[in-house]
């Protein structure tokens, strides 16, 4: 049985607690907030012990689930790694590059299991589509949400546009060669919008969008490469493919156009997509990975990628406001 901890039961820290109360061959030992109302609310609703002392309840879990702000989150990981404690973290990583790169000599040096909650790797849209022969040359990618006070603590670059630049180091298999940004602090003392530019070494582009201050909420990635368009609407769960007609979707709707090389036939399909708890599956594959030492699905490696290529963003940002 892996004893698990939770640290941080705020909005996205309860979800986690419920998944974790769902999955076998665990046991919840108890969790730490420092805030005195919420955590006597999640003692009652959950009927699991509070620890006002975090090393204490490090001492007695396997896992520690660390769902606490961003700028608790490399103090927590270090307690847990130096006492031998293998981490689930909530995206970021970190809250700067300097601790990201010491949290990834520790996990070495340690020898434990670190993943990352980039969640979108286990949204039902993306998986619809990631064992496709992604070879991406142009991406899209739009994030909209509407203002919320929290996760205000950080960037909309730190919050939101890191899921979409996760995604796509993981299907892009090239270097970063350039970064180009723009960003605006409009609600909060750090950019609330912002549009960015990245070039990969292999010639892919890719264009995104984040902001936190939109009237309407909207998650979107399209992809452009050769022969094919693949869009993923992450909100609305639902993707979509359009490709030259060969061996694919049987079901696939074609129609037939006029190019300078001929008549070509189209084809458009939607990938059936499941039915998927995505914060249950990614704990689910953290405990698999723990209990049958499998590699994480986002490691620690992957996560300071993520962070390298937002903090590259945020500089730029910087340098175009001073």
């Not at 993923?232 to 074609?254: P, W, Y």
Request: glycine letters at 4%.
């Amino acid at each position: 049985m892996l004893k698990v901890a939770v640290f941080g039961t705020g909005h996205l820290g309860k979800f986690h607690l419920n998944n974790w109360k769902e999955i076998e061959g665990v046991e919840l030992v108890g969790f730490y907030d420092p805030n005195e109302k919420a955590a006597k609310a999640v003692a009652e609703k959950y009927q699991l012990q509070r620890y006002t002392d975090a090393e204490e309840l490090m001492s007695l879990c396997d896992a520690a689930d660390i769902v606490a702000p961003t700028n608790y989150h490399f103090e927590l990981c270090e307690m847990a790694v130096r006492k031998g404690k293998h981490v689930f973290v909530e995206k970021p990583m970190c809250n700067t590059m300097e601790e990201a790169n010491e949290l990834v000599k520790l996990v070495r040096e340690a020898n434990v299991k670190l993943q990352v909650g980039h969640v979108e790797r286990f949204n039902p849209a993306f998986l619809a589509v990631k064992d496709l022969q992604l070879n991406p040359m142009f991406i899209e990618v739009h994030r909209l949400s509407q203002f919320n006070p929290r996760g205000t603590e950080v960037s909309v670059i730190l919050d939101l546009m890191i899921h979409d630049i996760d995604i796509i180091m993981s299907m892009v298999k090239s270097d970063v060669k350039n970064v180009y940004a723009n960003g605006v602090a409009v609600m909060t003392d750090t950019p609330d919008i912002a549009n960015v530019r990245i070039e990969f070494d292999n010639g892919c582009v890719a264009n995104l969008t984040s902001s936190r201050i939109s009237m309407k909420k909207m998650r979107k990635i399209r992809l452009f490469q050769r022969d094919a368009y693949i869009g993923i609407d992450f909100l609305e769960k639902k993707s979509e493919i359009i490709r030259m007609k060969g061996s694919e979707d049987k079901d696939a709707f074609t129609f037939d156009i006029d190019t300078n090389k001929g008549k070509k036939t189209i084809a458009i399909s939607n990938p059936a997509v499941q039915e998927v708890n995505a914060i249950k599956m990614e704990l689910e594959q953290f405990r698999d990975a723990i209990l049958h030492n499998q590699h994480v699905p986002v490691s620690e490696v992957d996560g300071l990628r993520a962070m390298e290529v937002a903090h590259q963003i945020l500089q730029k940002i910087q340098r175009t406001t001073v």
